[in-house]
């Protein structure tokens, strides 16, 4: 057996982002909901799907070389881990999630000073005391096994909790006192396996194709067949990602141009390329952006 890439795919909320991602970058992870071994059509990486909250400790650890998990959870355990890049996606959107104090919207909970001899339910125990800790407060932490949303103000008097964008916390009568921690999904290696050249490569490598996708996303390609006495126009309109490529026609009086912009803008930007001399517009996709 040649080289093998023991990779971590996380189970639960982000699989399926993961495993679109992946496919995008060209690797195709199937997936089943018998095993814990998806097969990967790259035969130098060997997958198997972890909790995110314990893919930091296995990669710690070298039961994998490598995985994807939130940058909360390597905070969270604490785990001694290299992260090779940060990949911005998830669920919901490509916003960071938050780590977040909450409250019912009547309590009398207004600040860290607050919570002194309080209970707190959370899934980050550590993350939690830690915020305490700094704050000089004591309080009661206990660890949630879920549906923390529903606990205040009952079962417990505030929650720290996770939100992207803020209905569950809404639909449940919470506010948010205080922000404790921001987050992003990164892949991150075994500090062993990056001392390894052909593993410290291949992550190298697959890193590279995973952030192109992510950097293409919301992105298209325009180009155009341009008068040369508007091309300064031209080149006004155009909001480009980087400066525009310009190439020769057979009519020496007429040039190419090839640029890449946001897809929102093209709405805007194209009647007015036309209006400035361009003609042969067109409008391509793009799937991967490598700088």
């Known amino acids: 057996m040649g080289n093998i890439l023991k990779l971590g795919i996380p189970a639960g909320s982000l699989q399926e982002a993961t495993r679109e991602l992946f496919e995008r970058a060209g690797y195709r992870i199937t997936i089943s909901s018998r095993s814990y071994y998806p097969t990967i059509d790259d035969e130098e990486i060997d997958c198997l799907t972890v909790r995110a909250q314990e893919m930091a400790r296995y990669v710690e650890q070298g039961v994998l070389d490598a995985g994807i998990t939130g940058h909360d959870w390597v905070v969270e355990t604490g785990a001694n881990v290299e992260e090779i890049c940060e990949l911005v996606y998830s669920k919901v959107s490509r916003r960071p999630t938050r780590w977040v104090l909450c409250v019912p919207n009547d309590s009398e909970i207004h600040s860290a000073s607050d919570l002194q001899g309080k209970r707190i339910a959370t899934e980050v125990v550590n993350m939690t005391n830690n915020y305490l800790k700094n704050h000089g407060v004591s309080a009661d932490v206990e660890f949630s096994w879920g549906a923390t949303e529903v606990k205040p103000p009952r079962l417990a008097d505030a929650i720290v909790e996770v939100t992207e964008t803020g209905n569950s916390l809404r639909a449940n009568n919470l506010r948010i006192v205080d922000e404790l921690l921001q987050s992003t999904p990164r892949l991150i290696a075994n500090r062993d396996s990056v001392m390894d050249a052909w593993k410290k490569r291949k992550l190298t490598d697959i890193a590279l194709m995973l952030k192109s996708c992510l950097a293409a996303e919301g992105k298209v390609g325009l180009m155009m067949n341009v008068p ?27 040039v190419d ?6 897809e929102a803008v093209v709405r805007n930007i194209v009647p007015q390329l036309k209006e400035a001399g361009a003609r042969g517009i067109v409008e391509y996709a793009i799937s991967k952006i490598i700088d």
């Open 228 to 254: 040369k006495q508007d091309l300064q126009s031209i080149l006004e309109v155009l909001p480009a990602l980087q400066t525009p490529t310009i190439s020769s026609l057979a009519d020496s009086d007429w």
């Open 257 to 262: 141009v090839n640029t890449i912009v946001e």
